[in-house]
T-cell receptor, first 112, second 115 residues
Framework: GQQLNQSPQSMFIQEGEDVSMNCTSS?????WLWYKQDPGEGPVLLIA???AGELTSNGRLTAQFGITRKDSFLNISASIPSDVGIYFC????????????WGLGTSLAVNP | DTEVTQTPKHLVMGMTNKKSLKCEQH?????MYWYKQKAKKPPELMFV???????INESVPSRFSPECPNSSLLNLHLHALQPEDSALYLC??????????????FGPGTRLLVL
């Protein structure tokens, strides 16, 4: 099935560093979602983006809906140990508002 | 409140057992979803209910049987599962606006082990 290209696959950073990850697609999306998942838990919605060019913040997190509607990025500023987890991007195509298309995830490790 | 609850948290079952997973949401959402997730992979869609009717079945084997008793509840009945069915099973819900801005909210999942 269709997948988003999410990068990087994994990151190892020092506490306090900023983090950036992104997702790209060959097709246009109407919605971009960013989730964080801890081991053994369900994905938790971090940020939802609905308009091309939209820039949205949630605390130390900032995400943008690319102007071409084919990409999105997520930035985390001043990382802390509890930021550890897997971050997934997901999108919805035009005309399909139920089946999320997922990236393969970015695994983040933070060294205190 | 964006809470989706799931029970049980963990489940161990034999291949001849029958068990059920339960999901509940009180956000007034009219679409509910079942996903299967293997370790370090994104969730895979199994079923979607819209207004209590099954609208999507992603060619899931019949040993998985979904049920939506009302708009707040979603069940997944399990029978004669195989060891490869061991996974994290996630429930999600969304408003079902019929248009864009259809954000899915996930429950904590049920960790299933089939022996």
């Amino acid at each position: 099935g269709q997948q988003l290209n999410q990068s990087p696959q994994s990151m190892f950073i020092q506490e306090g560093e900023d983090v950036s990850m992104n997702c790209t697609s060959s097709s246009i999306f109407n919605t971009w979602l960013w989730y964080k998942q801890d081991p053994g838990e369900g994905p938790v919605l971090l940020i939802a983006l609905y308009k091309a060019g939209e820039l949205t913040s949630n605390g130390r997190l900032t995400a943008q809906f690319g102007i071409t509607r084919k990409d999105s990025f997520l930035n985390i500023s001043a990382s802390i140990p509890s930021d550890v987890g897997i971050y997934f991007c997901a999108g919805l195509n035009a005309g399909n508002n139920r089946k999320l298309i997922w990236g393969l995830g970015t695994s983040l490790a933070v060294n205190p | 409140d964006t809470e989706v609850t799931q029970t049980p948290k963990h489940l161990v079952m034999g291949m001849t057992n029958k068990k059920s997973l339960k999901c509940e949401q009180h956000m007034g959402h009219r679409a509910m979803y079942w996903y299967k997730q293997k370790a370090k992979k994104p969730p895979e869609l199994m079923f979607v209910y819209s207004y209590e009717k099954l609208s999507i079945n992603e060619s899931v084997p019949s040993r998985f049987s979904p049920e939506c008793p009302n708009s707040s509840l979603l069940n997944l009945h399990l029978h004669a599962l195989q060891p490869e069915d061991s996974a994290l099973y996630l429930c999600a819900s969304s408003r079902e606006t019929g248009g864009i801005q259809e954000t899915q909210y996930f429950g904590p999942g049920t960790r299933l082990l089939v022996l």
